[in-house]
């Protein structure tokens, strides 16, 4: 049976690897390579490493540490962050990435969308959608640029209308990030993650609010999602990778061992 | 670490994933080398297929390279991983191309039905298949990663590890000396190491 991924997310700016809350006020939480390795021993199924910075700093990701990580790691690992054409997303799978993850650069040209797809397959590419509940209009909206604070902007895209647009340009797997959970730890957002669900037919990640190992269970008998990612509960010890996925086999979540 | 003289070539495919196998096969101690020149993967003692990326894709990059006569006479121990284990095939329907014909069988689609979602996408637990050196030492219901959307059905025959995703399909074909896993075991933590160093420690 297909197991569900924990997806512990390294937020990288200048080679470390950084935490902050609701995007702001990063705090280091020690260096890439290591850390990498330390959650591919205690047995997180996948992991993501997001440039927060590279999107808004109009640079590609620094690309020396991505080998550096592929050479110590045995598990499949996401890059994300300033990808903007086929060639920046080639370099880094030739560097020994497994997958590509795109999103302001998505929504500013969303053709790259399909030329990603065509040239790797859409195994490789994987989008990201920061999305935000606005409570005034009820309706959820992709931001963009959420990196930089200044320089975050609405979107004109509902998010459910850009989670079927991605996926008609070949995204093979999305990853939404619910902003207004970001860092809160007070549970994912399951009545969001439904509502994506029931348009996805692609492997839906969820990411944003896990605080503690019922978010995670509820994430995934609730929310149908394939994977779900998570921050600070893994880089500040509050939820230990063996004892999260024993508690997610109790609850009958099909979990690796 | 072990130190090994074995000569490895990991044929030089073009495809994504040749650094990830080729490090891997370094985290066991040898000293694999990138090639697509002749000489040099006819006389390795091991050889890998990467794969990833479409069936025509890969046919295309083979046939640029000269390799596919090349590869369909090696005699060695050859593995092909992921897409690189759909190209020992007759024949794939991604695409619609012939592939090199080693092992008898068509690629097909992967069905997304009851909810599943493609790609087959993460990790999903084997039966290995009658007794086979490569998967020495790993039991029923060990977890690899898998990341595709085409498939090799099971074959009574050269089936020897298979998994279910909708379907029951080959997670594992071995016919002579060729072998291919539809996984990624450069991607499957301890599982992936032990299959690749029972790879790398078959006598022919």
């Known amino acids: ?257 | 670490m072990v130190c090994s003289n074995l000569k490895i070539v990991i044929v030089d495919t073009g495809c994504a994933n040749i650094a990830s196998v080729k490090y891997a096969v370094e985290r066991l101690g040898y000293s694999p080398i990138v090639s697509g020149d002749h000489e040099v993967i006819r006389s390795a003692d091991k050889v890998f297929l990467p794969g990833v990326g479409s069936a025509g894709e890969a046919m295309k990059n083979l046939a640029e390279r000269n390799l596919i006569e090349l590869v369909r006479n090696l005699t060695q121990p050859v593995l092909g991983i992921c897409l690189g284990m759909q190209l020992l095939a007759e024949y794939s329907d991604e695409s619609h191309v012939d592939m090199l014909d080693l092992v008898p069988g068509t690629v097909k689609a992967m069905h997304a039905e009851d909810g599943l979602r493609l790609p087959h996408m993460g990790w999903n637990s084997i039966t290995p298949v009658g007794v086979n050196p490569l998967f020495k030492g790993i039991p029923t219901g060990t977890y690899f990663y898998f990341v595709h959307s085409f498939c090799l059905p099971v074959s009574d025959v050269y089936t020897v590890a298979s998994c279910e995703y909708g379907d029951v399909f080959s997670a594992a074909v071995c016919k002579d000396n060729f072998y291919g896993v539809q996984f990624h075991p450069e991607r499957s933590a301890e599982a992936g190491a032990k299959l690749l160093k029972n790879f790398l420690e078959l006598t022919e």
């Open chain 1, 1 to 257: 049976m297909l197991a569900k991924r924990i997806i512990p997310c390294l937020d990288v700016r200048d080679g470390k690897v950084v935490k902050g809350v609701q995007f702001r006020n990063h705090e280091i939480m020690g260096d890439i390579v290591p850390l990498a390795q330390k959650y591919a021993e205690v047995g997180a199924d996948e992991l993501v490493f997001y440039d927060i910075t590279a999107s808004s700093d109009a640079r590609v990701v620094d690309k020396s540490w991505v080998s550096r990580v592929a050479e110590v790691i045995d598990i499949p690992f996401c890059v994300a962050g300033g990808i903007k054409t086929v060639d920046d997303a080639r370099r880094i799978l030739l560097n020994g990435a497994d997958k590509i993850s795109i999103n302001s650069p998505a929504l500013a040209n969303p053709e790259l969308i399909t030329e990603m797809e065509q040239a790797f397959g859409k195994q490789c590419v994987v989008v990201g959608i920061d999305s935000y509940f606005n409570s005034d209009t009820g309706s959820y909206q992709v931001k963009q640029y959420t990196g930089d604070e200044s320089r975050t902007v609405t979107t004109s895209w509902n998010t459910l209308d850009w989670v079927e647009e991605v996926q008609r340009r070949g995204a093979g797997e999305i990853v939404l990030n619910c902003m207004n959970k970001d860092g809160v730890r007070d549970g994912y957002d399951l009545e969001q993650l439904k509502l994506v669900r029931e348009r996805c037919d692609v492997p839906l990640i969820a990411s944003g609010g896990a605080g503690t190992m019922q978010h995670f269970a509820d994430a995934f008998n609730d929310a149908d999602v394939d994977g779900a990612l998570a921050a600070s509960v893994f880089h500040k010890a509050i939820i230990d990778m063996q004892e999260l996925k024993s508690f997610l086999r109790k609850q009958n979540v099909a979990i690796r061992y």
